[in-house]
């Protein structure tokens, strides 16, 4: 299985920072990687796929970049709803992973 | 309103079965490719089983296999899983996840998630 690692597992940040988040994969994924943000209680949501298309109705604050086994989601400028935990996610193999996570908290 | 409704999580005993269901409204279900994915109690995410849009590819984690089974009723807009054995480990609220295609890779609409006890 290919596995997903993300840094920082945890993220202290304040309102207005500009923030990066990345995700190594422990092989070539091409550009089949998505970013989902989820809050306390409940389910995920996608913010991005194929490494850099935001989904649809997703603040342009959030990008992503990235190819072959390295990846960063970044937000440019911190909104008190931004404050959550984020998923990397590869489809490049049908065994799909996610990454641990990572928290990003006031 | 296009929404996953999962159900038929509960309480049971190791080694025990258990079938979870997932109904799919506002959307033609029969274009997805349907999932399954799990967080157990403060933990990440885990995927556990994808479905084709006709059934014709099924692939489970290895976590799973041979225990889990994923299926589906089209007429129905309905994605099911089969679960046997279960363990404790198996403890998780499970969510259905649609993939934006199929088989794209990415999910881009969730169920609020049905939660499975595996406990004595």
């Known amino acids: 299985d290919i596995q997903m690692t993300q840094s920082p597992s945890t993220l202290s940040a304040s309102v207005g920072d500009r923030v990066t988040i990345t995700c190594r994969a422990s092989q070539s994924i091409r550009d089949l990687l998505a970013w989902y943000q989820q809050k306390p209680g409940k389910a995920p949501k996608l913010l991005i796929y194929?490494?850099?298309r935001l989904e649809s109705g997703v603040p342009s604050r959030f990008s992503g970049s990235g190819s072959g086994t390295e990846f960063t989601l970044t937000i440019s400028s911190l909104q008190p709803d931004d404050f959550a935990t984020y998923y990397c996610?590869?489809?490049?193999?049908?065994?799909?992973?996610f990454g641990q996570g990572t928290k990003l908290d006031i | 309103e296009v929404q996953l409704v999962e159900s038929g999580g509960g309480l049971v005993k190791p080694g025990g079965s258990l079938r979870l269901s997932c109904v799919a409204s506002?959307?033609?279900?029969?274009?997805?490719?349907m999932n399954w994915v799990r967080q157990a109690p403060g933990k990440g995410l885990e995927w556990v089983s994808s479905i084709s849009s006709s059934s014709f590819y099924i692939y489970h984690a290895d976590s799973v296999k041979g225990r889990f089974t994923i299926s589906r009723d089209n007429a129905k807009n309905s994605l099911y899983l089969e679960m046997n054995s279960l363990r404790a480990e198996d403890t998780a609220v499970y969510y259905c996840a649609r993939d934006d295609g199929d088989l794209f890779g990415y999910f881009d609409l969730w169920g609020r998630g049905t939660l499975v006890t595996v406990s004595s």
């Open positions: 506002g959307f033609t279900f029969s274009s997805h490719s």
């Open positions: 194929k490494t850099s």
């Open positions: 996610q590869q489809s490049e193999s049908y065994s799909y992973t």
